[in-house]
């Protein structure tokens, strides 16, 4: 069996609206306060029923607004003919400002239109028929009760959509505001990581492998060494991290500027980094074929140039067999510079200090921020298989970001 129809429950506004209309409607009756005589000897009494049928169309001024109009249309006309109440006529204007105001956006441009086109026909049509001035008042009449309610729904109407899309802009610029901020912080906290992973791991990978090679020999001198080592790289570590802290705290009043490291400190970087190997029985070669005399680099690519070299040097630390790590730069005219680190691939039994795995992810962000390529894996050639990281730099900045 198919289901009635369900109506929609009206406002609790409607439902007031329309019963002070009907209760408002009674007692001018009562008093028989009617606003003209009845037309063509129509009973009077059936003023009460265009009443009651415009307050009930009342309560679907919101929820089916275009009914309610035509229904209000019918009522009032049958209201006028049997002498008319005032009441009638105010609740019909009413219907006709909710009929712009509720109905869809088309309706809602036609209505006006339609009640220019009526008060022009209530202007003309009685204008030519009685051919009396006067008659021009039924259209002055006309204009008051649909013109004006349709003009006010109209005004109300564009200013709350203007409303609305003032609100759903300032929405979408807080939404992206947010967006911009937690894409911020994510920015910032891998900056953070790659900052403390880059300057701190190379340290704390040498101490933990110079400890093991300190618990396990029995030669007193090769245990100075060890310890040695380890309380340079303790102290520059230590060093680091205050200064990394101290930028994070409070950048603004930090009292000396934050160096930038340079490929003109990769001397200082070899030089610790082949007094961490030598146990290891790795040698550190640099090759620097750039040319001399060229221009200097931008600063983001001298920094991820060091940076590689730096992350790959503790790879090779800690995970590379005994042999010769090669480290290449080269940069040729319109091109971009590139760094190479080979180290020997061999079998392990495991890597000789634990790491995170984050080194060769921070090594591809500040490759990608910059345009760049970095390949990383092992390559076999006739010398046999080796690790080899190869990094192409671009030093334009037109798809480059700053690099942190």
């Not at 680091?240 to 001397?267: F, N, Q, Y």
Request: charged share 20%; with cysteine.
């Amino acid at each position: 069996m198919p289901s009635r129809p369900h109506l929609p429950r009206p406002h609790q506004h409607d439902v007031l609206i329309g019963l002070g209309g009907l209760l408002g409607g009674l007692l001018m009756w009562a008093l028989e306060l009617h606003n003209n005589p009845s037309f063509f000897h129509v009973p009077r009494f059936l003023g009460l029923i265009a009443l009651g049928v415009i307050s009930a169309a009342e309560l679907l001024r919101r929820s089916k607004p275009l009914v309610a109009l035509g229904v209000g249309t019918a009522a009032l006309s049958l209201d006028i003919i049997s002498g008319g109440l005032a009441v009638t006529v105010l609740m019909y204007t009413d219907l006709v400002y909710a009929a712009v105001m509720y109905s869809g956006a088309a309706a809602a441009q036609r209505i006006p239109r339609l009640c220019w086109l009526a008060t022009g026909l209530a202007t003309v049509v009685p204008l030519a028929v009685l051919n009396d001035v006067r008659a021009l008042l039924a259209g002055a009449f006309v204009g008051l009760i649909v013109v004006v309610p349709a003009w006010t729904g109209t005004v109300v109407r564009n200013h709350r959509e203007e409303a609305q899309a003032a609100r759903l802009e300032a929405e979408r610029i807080a939404l992206l505001a947010e967006l911009d901020r937690r894409e911020a912080v994510a920015s910032e906290r891998s900056r953070m990581a790659r900052e403390l992973h880059d300057m701190v791991a190379n340290h704390l990978s040498a101490i933990a492998i110079h400890s093991s090679a300190a618990l396990s020999l029995k030669d007193p001198a090769a245990t100075d060494e060890a310890l040695g080592v380890i309380r340079e790289n303790s102290v520059r570590g230590l060093t680091e991290m205050r200064r990394l802290i101290g930028l994070l705290r409070d950048p603004g009043e930090t009292s000396e500027p934050a160096a930038t490291s340079t490929l003109d400190a990769l001397d200082t970087l070899l030089e610790q980094a082949r007094a961490n190997g030598r146990p290891s029985g790795q040698d550190i070669v640099l090759a620097d074929e750039r040319p001399a005399g060229a221009a200097p680099l931008p600063a983001p690519v001298e920094l991820a140039a060091y940076r590689i070299v730096q992350e790959s040097l503790t790879n090779a630390l800690k995970h590379a067999a005994p042999g010769r790590v090669d480290i290449t730069l080269a940069h040729h005219a319109d091109g971009p510079l590139e760094v190479r680190v080979i180290s020997p691939y061999g079998d392990r039994d495991g890597p000789r200090a634990p790491g995170s795995g984050t080194g060769l992810i921070g090594m591809r962000e500040r490759v990608n921020l910059l345009g760049g390529t970095l390949d990383a894996g092992p390559v076999t050639g006739p010398g046999g298989t080796v690790w080899r990281v190869r990094a192409a730099l671009p030093l334009g900045d037109e798809n480059a970001q700053t690099v942190p």
